[in-house]
């Protein structure tokens, strides 16, 4: 158990609602509340939105005195920026080596009648490495609306045991039978077809994705694939679904289905979860003992030239 003390469930719906109102305004992928501990020179991960709390569960707890743009951030109190993956590991490299994905992010403290900790913001590679005046307004501006939340009850915020993990809410403008016409949609295709939420759960798959896996629907509902389907539970494999959740970018890989049949998987995340397509791969490329394949990005670009990260 934490030494801190509980926040305010009160207090803890205004922050959640403000952090996630932050994520939509700022077209962010996601966002983070790390708060100061209260007995050890510590921040710690309060919230998260846009983004399962075990994707970044190794950066849970960082100590002000570590070299890295969170903490900076805090140190210093002023707006850390980085454009990209490369800029994290040329600047500060040992809090680059548990983060290998391509993302864009800004650190901005949250410093009012005390100082709090900090706000962070990821998006994808495609953001453009430096922000113009008016994204950095509106990350200041945000960061001050959180800190004016933290202003209201200054002595009820303290770091929970576990990371909240906060819902970033879009429109429904889906009608009933839109929904059914697309069910109808996905299971005429003649790939599989699975939906994971962003914590890796499947929440939906279609007939051909069961005969391709080989096992019942009712088996993978609400189970994450790697633990649910024994040949698909290997650390890489699950490492694929973490790119795809951090980046935001599609990701391309092929596994064994024991005892020779090689599946192709392509995973298209956004906000909301990933959608996975699963078919055969015909090309026999893949030798049963051969290495595991790399991680690939097909469906995008390649990235421009890194320009480097800013603070400010």
Not at 142 to 151: G, K, N
Not at 153 to 168: E, G, I, K, N
Not at 199 to 217: F, H, I, K, M, S
Not at 225 to 250: I, T
């Amino acid at each position: 158990m934490s030494d801190d003390l509980p926040v305010r469930d009160g207090d803890t719906a205004s922050l959640d609602e403000a952090l996630s109102a932050t994520v939509r305004r700022t077209g962010a992928l996601a966002g983070g509340l790390y708060l100061l501990a209260a007995r050890e020179p510590m921040l710690g991960l309060a919230a998260v939105c846009g983004m399962p709390t075990a994707t970044v569960a190794p950066r849970r707890r960082v100590a002000i005195s570590a070299a890295g743009p969170l903490s900076e951030a805090v140190r210093e109190d002023h707006l850390v920026r980085v454009g990209r993956q490369e800029d994290l590991a040329r600047v500060y490299p040992n809090a680059a080596a548990g983060m290998p994905y391509q993302f864009a992010a800004a650190f901005a403290p949250l410093h009012g009648d005390r100082r709090y900790g900090a706000m962070v913001l990821v998006w994808s590679r495609s953001h453009p490495p430096s922000l113009p005046p008016r994204e950095r307004g509106q990350i200041q501006s945000s960061a001050r609306r959180l800190t004016q939340v933290l202003d209201q009850a200054p002595s009820s915020w303290a770091l929970p045991d576990q990371p909240r993990t906060v819902p970033l809410r879009r429109p429904d403008m889906a009608s009933a039978q839109a929904r059914l016409a697309a069910v109808d949609l996905v299971q005429r295709l003649p790939v599989g077809a699975l939906s994971l939420d962003l914590e890796g759960r499947v929440t939906y798959l279609n007939d051909a994705t069961a005969q391709l896996l080989g096992r019942p629907a009712g088996r993978l509902l609400g189970t994450m694939p790697w633990q649910a389907v024994p040949w698909l539970d290997d650390p890489v494999h699950e490492e694929h679904y973490r790119a795809a959740v951090f980046s935001r970018e599609p990701v391309a890989f092929t596994a064994l289905r024991p005892p020779d049949s090689w599946l192709d998987f392509r995973l298209h995340p956004d906000e909301s979860g990933i959608s996975v397509l699963v078919s055969r791969n015909r090309s026999h490329q893949h030798p049963p003992d051969g290495p595991p394949p790399r991680i690939s990005a097909p469906l995008t670009s390649p990235p421009g030239p890194a320009t480097g990260g800013s603070t400010s």
